[in-house]
């Protein structure tokens, strides 16, 4: 069983800054990709950042220069810093973890955590 849990998601104004952690525990044996997507009311689930085992990392066009995404191997956790926020950030971001078990991969969410963009 493997939990996902994130949080940091909140209300800020426009301009603002919120940063996301999400932790993945339990059985947890080689973690392949940690990334966020975010969903919007009306919109399709969007991949915003993902970082690799290895540390190579992956923006949307939309986030690049205001979002960066950061990991801590030992504590299984990704972070999201999200700087200079906008109206149409606004969405449920999730926490995504690949994991892989021998050749076998499997794909965790976290329950989702609301950033609202607004004056």
């Known amino acids: 069983q493997v939990q996902v849990v994130e949080s940091g998601g909140g209300l800020v104004q426009p301009g603002g800054s919120l940063r996301l952690s999400c932790a993945a525990s339990g059985s947890i044996f080689s973690i392949v990709v940690m990334g966020w997507y975010r969903q919007a009311p009306g919109e399709q689930r969007e991949l915003v950042a993902a970082i690799t085992g290895g540390g190579s990392t992956t923006y949307a066009d939309s986030v690049k220069g205001r979002f960066t995404i950061s990991r801590d191997s030992a504590q299984n956790a990704v972070y999201l810093q999200m700087n200079s926020l906008k109206p149409e950030d606004t969405a449920v971001y999730y926490c995504?973890?690949?994991?892989?078990?021998?050749?076998?991969?499997?794909?965790?969410w976290g329950q989702g955590t609301q950033v609202t963009v607004s004056a």
């Open positions: 995504n973890v690949d994991i892989g078990v021998a050749s076998t991969a499997y794909r965790y």
